[in-house]
């Protein structure tokens, strides 16, 4: 056809009075939708670094690395991978630890190491095999959620006198040394070496 049909011409001219859908970021301020899934936000306070954030994510975003020898665990987070899925904040164990913001979307930058965050956990490592147990924060948590129940276990005994004061310290961090005794069942064991013990003198 030699000339437009008059539909095109009509969408034409209403597309030209129309104004545009899109916002002149960053020139004027965007306001995202009701339910919008920002960048996620981490509350150090209630984030317990117990890993199941990193287990959930599916690009990966989340890393942890631990070192039993400084007792530290590492927490990385890319944001350059994050796809605000949402699936850490669904799966967090306390509800608290991580939030997706609905103001914090732009990650845009020509270096990439302003997207990462990186968090350090106290770690509870095994006094007799060196494995790591899990970090403090995250036992507590346990200790919190199991109430009375808690005390039933030696090593949450151990992390709560902490708190508890029922012991000193020398009497609970003690050496390990020629293999492991029965007193050594009030040492911070993990479930292995504790098992171990108790099979052997219980």
Not at 189 to 200: A, E, H, M, Q, Y
């Amino acid at each position: 056809m030699k000339y437009p049909k008059l539909r095109e011409l009509k969408e034409a001219v209403i597309s030209l009075l129309t104004p545009a859908y899109t916002t002149k970021y960053p020139y004027a301020e965007h306001i995202p939708f009701e339910g919008f899934r920002g960048r996620p936000v981490v509350d150090d306070l209630n984030c317990v670094g117990c890993e199941t954030c990193a287990n959930v994510c599916p690009p990966n975003a989340i890393t942890f690395t631990d070192d039993p020898e400084k007792k530290i665990r590492t927490i990385r987070r890319d944001y350059g991978k994050c796809i605000f899925c949402g699936q850490c904040e669904e799966h967090c164990i306390t509800r608290k630890g991580v939030k997706l913001s609905d103001k914090i979307f732009d990650i845009a930058d020509t270096d990439r190491s302003r997207n990462v965050d990186i968090q350090q956990k106290e770690l509870l490592v095994c006094n007799n095999c060196g494995a790591v147990i899990t970090t403090k924060e995250h036992l507590r948590f346990i200790h919190k959620k199991l109430g009375p129940k808690a005390y039933s276990s030696v090593l949450n005994l151990n992390v709560l006198n902490e708190k508890l004061r029922l012991a000193e310290d020398q009497d609970i961090d003690v050496e390990i040394v020629d293999n492991l005794k029965r007193k050594d069942m009030f040492n911070i064991l993990c479930p292995n070496c504790l098992r171990l013990v108790l099979i052997k003198y219980l």
